[in-house]
């Protein structure tokens, strides 16, 4: 079946380090990836997505691209902020019975100081 | 902008009620989804529905059931609540078209089972 690893957290950098979270896949087909981000206290928000290979998804100085001949989607800030800290989601999508299912990675918890 | 409503941000229940978690949503989307979250699991996915009246159970369906009656509406239903059963739980919607689309989240229902 299809399977999401992330990096385990937490990620502790100092405000205005680079920002590198890995993310590799096992999937069958094609998936369409995504990167989700979850603030303290609230649901999950998307943060970026690509749905081909080589492609490049960005939003709000993160990007992260769709690396087939390496399974990744590692996402990546040139310079990351306090307010960036969160916990970070990977996720791949297959398509069952006409709904698009997410598989989700366990999450990076990202700690940003100032 | 899509917007997932969860009736509940936090709601404390006894063991052996029945539970009702509602998820309301404004963007006529075909899928909804119920998720549950904890610590160290990730998203482990409930239920899932493509259509009015129909639903699949995802990974952790034991325990819990839902209903959609209404395209915009799916509830989550904890027939008999187990103080296993504490945990953040999130909604989700996607419309139907392709497995490209994301899935937007509501801020999510923090349940506390005594």
């Known amino acids: 079946g299809n399977s999401v690893t992330q990096m385990e957290g937490p990620v502790t950098l100092s405000e205005e380090a680079f920002l590198t979270i890995n993310c590799t896949y096992t999937a069958t087909g094609y998936p369409s990836l995504f990167w989700y981000v979850q603030y303290p206290g609230e649901g999950l928000q998307l943060l970026l997505k690509a749905t081909k290979a080589d492609d490049k998804g960005s939003n709000k100085g993160f990007e992260a691209t769709y690396r087939k001949e390496t399974t990744s989607f590692h996402l990546e800030k040139g310079s990351v902020q306090v307010s960036d800290s969160a916990v970070y989601f990977c996720?791949?999508?297959?398509?069952?019975?006409?709904?698009?299912?997410?598989?989700f990675g366990g999450g990076t918890r990202l700690m940003v100081k100032p | 902008d899509v917007k997932v409503t969860q009736s509940s941000r936090y709601l404390v229940k006894r063991t052996g009620e029945k539970v009702f978690l509602e998820c309301v949503q404004d963007m006529d989307h075909e899928n909804m989804f119920w998720y549950r979250q904890d610590p160290g699991l990730g998203l482990r996915l409930i239920y899932f529905?493509?259509?009015?009246?129909?639903?699949e159970k995802g990974d952790i369906p034991e325990g819990y059931s839902v209903s959609r009656e209404k395209k915009e509406r799916f509830s989550l239903i904890l027939e008999s609540a187990s103080t296993n059963q504490t945990s953040m739980y999130l909604c989700a919607s996607s419309s139907g078209q392709g497995g490209y689309q994301p899935q937007h989240f509501g801020d999510g229902t923090r349940l506390s089972i005594l």
């Open positions: 996720a791949l999508s297959e398509v069952r019975n006409a709904g698009n299912m997410l598989t």
């Open positions: 529905s493509y259509d009015v009246k129909m639903k």
